[in-house]
């Protein structure tokens, strides 16, 4: 990686296929190196708590955000919503359970979510359950993903009757999964994704220039093609410059 700049970015599991692509194309534009990283929002938090290595966090809800700036970790100032999705439930292509409805989960065998704990999707998820009285009728029968991802591969692989993911997810799965029901936005907290850059961060330079390049037009439609909803407050930028050659590298 000599003679680029590299920075580490941490982002949640849902937007794996669209900030891979996205970074593919950034570093052909402008020859700086993008690292990333990708888990749960609340497994990342950890890590940047930790002192992981990471320059910029891109989360899947705002509390963990919330709560790296609270800690003085994250930069709020630098804080750029980058897109949105939608909360749905799947089935196995091959189902034959009557799911059909959001209260249809209470009589499937097993329901994949999130752990709310440290999983947005998740947090959404329980959030929906709770407002359709749902919670306490499926409590015996929940099973728990460590991530947003792990949660689809149940449902893909018939391990669970029903998951419940976000709609990007189920789009990524093709006609492995089957969309039976969505969720009203009224039935949760807005799903948003939030992009900050990490105080502690040696690159901060690079970090915004790649956060810029993400909330702009030409990653806003990879991330509109692969099921996003807009950003909130989209920007129109420019593909950044390169870094110039006095700035210094950061080993993988």
Not at 50 to 57: E, H, L, Q, R, S
Not at 117 to 144: D, F, W
Not at 196 to 210: E, G, P, Q, Y
Not at 213 to 240: E, H, I
């Amino acid at each position: 990686m000599a003679g680029r700049e590299l920075i580490s970015v941490a982002a949640a599991a849902s937007l794996r296929d669209g900030m891979e692509e996205i970074a593919r194309n950034y570093e052909a534009q402008t020859k700086e190196h993008v690292e990333l990283t990708f888990g749960s929002s609340g497994q990342l938090m950890a890590q940047i708590k930790a002192g992981a290595p990471i320059d910029a966090f891109v989360s899947a809800a705002e509390a963990q955000v919330k709560e790296l700036a609270k800690a003085g970790l994250v930069d709020q100032q630098s804080r750029k919503v980058i897109a949105g999705n939608e909360l749905v439930v799947i089935v196995p292509a091959k189902s034959s359970e009557d799911i059909t409805s959001f209260e249809d989960l209470a009589k499937a065998k097993k329901v994949a979510i999130g752990e709310p704990g440290s999983v947005p999707a998740g947090t959404y998820a329980q959030q929906v359950l709770r407002k359709l009285s749902l919670s306490e009728k499926m409590k015996n029968h929940i099973v728990y993903g460590t991530n947003v991802r792990q949660v689809l591969d149940y449902v893909r692989r018939g391990e669970v009757s029903a998951g419940i993911v976000y709609a990007t997810d189920a789009k990524e799965a093709g006609e492995e999964v089957t969309v039976v029901a969505k969720a009203e936005p009224s039935w949760h907290e807005p799903i948003v994704y939030p992009s900050v850059i990490v105080t502690r961060s040696d690159k901060r330079d690079a970090a915004k220039r790649f956060l810029e390049y993400l909330a702009g037009d030409q990653a806003q439609r990879v991330l509109k093609a692969k099921g996003f909803a807009p950003a909130l407050a989209p920007t129109s930028a420019p593909a950044p410059a390169p870094a110039s050659k006095s700035q210094g590298t950061k080993g993988t």
